[in-house]
């Protein structure tokens, strides 16, 4: 059976061969474990083989997390979930990274309530690439006037660029989704924001998006095991 320990070295293998595939540099892409329904022990193990960033969806979950894990010091916590607006203050306190901003309110909010002591949130503007009405997200569209509202907000810095792409195996379409990403962030770019980060790849597609740029892969399955959901916790 696997271990969490040679799960972690198989994405590390895996990221290191699609950069080289790409003629891309290792170090330029960076992993973010989503632990999401997964204990804080194992999250404690991976952090002991050096893991430092943590993807989770639910604020309830990250605070309980947060409030476990905090004698790990260097321990980056990154929310990707939806947000809801009586949600914000848990992350607002506990996140370092905020991948799944939509809106303006909500970013808003974030801004007032991240505490002063610490660093400004980061932030990924969430697109919706696919263009599915069933999808979180903002339209490309609208993009660059809610890339230009959040930016002024004092306590929050935008660092790039998030997507989920459709639940397809056509890697045509998925490979066009993740440049239309690609694009939209050159074109802010072109406005004049500084962006660092494109959120793109998960377990299964992770190859792909950083063939096509991903700077930053969210995996979950691949590293802790698939997910069981405990009926009607979320
Ligand atoms: C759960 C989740 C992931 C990880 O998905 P896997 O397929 O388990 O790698 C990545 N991104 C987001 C936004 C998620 O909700």
Request: charged share 15%; hydrophobic share 30%.
């Given at each position: 059976m696997a271990t969490i320990f040679t799960a972690l070295q198989d994405v590390h293998a895996r990221i290191h061969a699609a950069c080289t595939a790409a003629a891309r540099?290792?170090?330029d892409v960076s992993l973010l474990?989503?632990?999401?329904?997964?204990p804080s022990c194992d999250i404690r193990e991976l952090y002991e083989y050096g893991q430092r960033a943590f993807g989770e969806n639910y604020a309830q979950e990250l605070a309980s997390k947060y409030q476990d894990l905090k004698d790990c010091t260097d321990l980056e916590w990154h929310f990707i979930g939806p947000i809801q607006s009586n949600k914000t203050r848990l992350i607002a306190e506990s996140a370092a990274w905020v991948h799944t901003i939509d809106r303006f309110k909500i970013a808003e909010r974030l801004s007032e309530q991240?505490?002063?002591?610490?660093a400004p949130l980061n932030i990924c503007l969430q697109v919706n690439v696919s263009g599915e009405s069933s999808k979180s997200g903002v339209a490309p569209s609208h993009l660059l006037e809610l890339a230009q509202q959040v930016g002024h907000l004092p306590r929050l810095q935008i660092r790039g660029l998030m997507c989920i792409p459709e639940a397809t195996e056509n890697q045509a379409l998925l490979a066009e989704q993740f440049a239309t990403l690609v694009q939209l962030k050159e074109q802010l770019t072109a406005q004049g924001f500084t962006l660092d980060t494109l959120s793109m790849g998960m377990s299964n597609d992770l190859e792909l998006a950083i063939a096509s740029g991903s700077t930053l892969v969210r995996v979950g399955s691949a590293i802790f095991g698939a997910r069981t959901y405990p009926l009607g916790s979320i």
């Open positions: 540099n290792s170090g474990a989503v632990s999401k329904t997964f991240r505490p002063s002591h610490l």
